[in-house]
């Protein structure tokens, strides 16, 4: 059986043998947020069932699509959709692209997720950058033999969430006279939304929002020795907090309503990102 670098490897060299673009930073634009790689310059798309290896999406709202252009001048690849484990992948198959991010030397990536907001300062529409995650989801991408050529066995996840590019956000936000919350996520498997006590439980432990995503492209990121910034959409107040409930359109209509706002953010932290990155890479292989 080809192992998982090997497949990585494959998947990188198709993605870059589409376009003269070195891109610079990976994206993942979640359920609602693709509209970004809409608007990148001297795009290339390459549909997910074109790379090899690559796992496709079947959620709705997701285009599944990686789009490799230029936003603010830094070249990207930006995934138009992800795949989660309640479609039914495994692990190692959900954070492939991460994978395949590393062996396109992409050493920074941002994570982008619609989530439900826990914490009761939020709103509806609030983009809230994260500081942290707690993974319920009860399975880990590491699980199985380590691959010492993508990272350590036991690798450090004190600094998930890179502090320089959460201050680099939160300075963008402000320039711009928008509001940008910090918080910690809980990822969990879904793919039902959460029960009125499970976010009661979930505030206890301290989570301020809940998603189905993001924690396992997170851990394998860090494996690998990248920086990650992320950032969630609000798109609901999570189950029980307003007298309503839940619904997928919903979702996605958030997602459309704040577009302007999360494409501005993402635009005026690329530049800043690209020259960190370029100063110091990180661990490299
Ligand atoms: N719960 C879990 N995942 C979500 C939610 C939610 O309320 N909203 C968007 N993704």
Redesign the pocket.
Known sequence: MTDDFTKAEAASRFLLSQTSLVPRIGLVLG?GLGGFADELSDATRIPYTNIPFFPRSTAVGHAAQMVIGNAAGVPVAAMQGRVHLYEGYSAHEVTFPMRAFDCMNIRAVILT????GINLEYKQGALVVLTDHINLQGHNPLIGPNDERFGPRFPDMTQAYWKPYREIALAAAKRAGKTLYQGVYAG?L?PN??TPAEIRYLRTIGADL???STVFEVIAARHMGMKVLAISCV??M??GILDQV?NHEE?LETGERVKGDFVALLRAVLPEMAKDVEESPGAQH
């Open positions: 359920s997720n619609a989530a439900g969990l879904g939304y959460e809940v998603g189905m798109t609901n999570a189950a839940i979702v």
